[in-house]
T-cell receptor, first 114, second 115 residues
C-alpha cells in the first residue's frame, strides 16, 4: 500500500530562517505526492503537488518541495519562514489501492519563533 | 476563491443518535470525498462519490455510514447510530477530476463529539 512518513513531530525555526518539513514515501509505481497545510480552526489547504516533470515544485505562499526518487523523499521547503507559517503540515500520497483516495502522513507541527 | 464549506463546525451528540454532517463542495467539481481525523491520529479516507454513487469506500465506512447528494449543491455524511469511537474531525473534499493527478480541496471540517 502507498504510505508517507513524516518523521518529526514538531519543527521549530526562527523567523527568517529556512524551513524544511520532511516527508518520505513508499509506493509501487509512480508517486503522486501532495502537501497540505492546516491553520488553527481551518481545513486542509492545498500547497503543492508533484505528478511528473521537474523535481522542484513551487506552490502557494512561497513554499516549494523537492522530489527525490533515489531517497524516496518529498521535503517541503521555504527559504525564509514567517511567524504566520506556524501551522500543521501534512504530506499525502495518492493511494493506488483505490480510485483516488489520499493516504496522509501524521502531520508536522511547525512553530516559527519571532 | 471558491471554497468547500461544511456545517456545523462542531456537533455534540449522544451515543446511538443519528447525525448528518453537511458539505457544499466547490460548484463545478464532480468528485466528492469524506475523510476523518481522530484526535492525534492520521487523516483517514472514508468514501468517494461520483455521479450519484459511491466510487470507493474504506474499511471504516461500514453500514452505519451513508452519503448522499440530496440536491445540486450539498453532499452529506450520515452516521446512523453514533459510537464513542466516531468522535473525530470530519473533512469533506471535492475535485473537478477523478484522476490521480487531480487536487482534492478540503473544507474546514466538522468536529463530532459523541458522549
Amino acid at each position: 500500500a502507498q504510505s508517507v512518513a513524516q518523521p518529526e513531530d514538531q519543527v521549530n525555526v526562527a523567523e527568517g530562517n529556512p524551513l524544511t518539513v520532511k516527508c518520505t514515501y513508499s509506493v509501487s509505481g509512480n508517486p503522486y505526492l501532495f502537501w497540505y497545510v492546516q491553520y488553527p480552526n481551518r481545513g486542509l489547504q492545498f500547497l503543492l503537488k508533484y505528478i511528473t516533470g521537474d523535481n522542484l515544485v513551487k506552490g502557494s505562499y512561497g513554499f516549494e518541495a523537492e522530489f527525490n526518487k533515489s531517497q524516496t523523499s518529498f521535503h517541503l521547503k521555504k527559504p525564509s519562514a514567517l511567524v504566520s507559517d506556524s501551522a500543521l503540515y501534512f504530506c499525502a500520497v495518492r493511494d493506488l489501492r483505490g480510485n483516488n483516495r489520499l493516504a496522509f502522513g501524521k502531520g508536522n507541527q511547525v512553530v516559527v519563533i519571532p | 476563491e471558491p471554497e468547500v464549506t461544511q456545517t456545523p463546525s462542531h456537533q455534540v451528540t449522544q451515543m446511538g443518535q443519528e447525525v448528518i454532517l453537511r458539505c457544499v463542495p466547490i460548484s463545478n467539481h464532480l468528485y466528492f470525498y469524506w475523510y476523518r481525523q481522530i484526535l492525534g491520529q492520521k487523516v483517514e479516507f472514508l468514501v468517494s462519490f461520483y455521479n450519484n454513487e459511491i466510487s470507493e469506500k474504506s474499511e471504516i465506512f461500514d453500514d452505519q455510514f451513508s452519503v448522499e447528494r440530496p440536491d445540486g449543491s450539498n453532499f452529506t455524511l450520515k452516521i446512523r447510530s453514533t459510537k464513542l469511537e466516531d468522535s473525530a474531525m470530519y473533512f469533506c473534499a471535492s475535485s473537478d477530476g477523478g484522476g490521480s493527478a487531480d487536487t482534492q480541496y478540503f473544507g474546514p471540517g466538522t468536529r463530532l463529539t459523541v458522549l
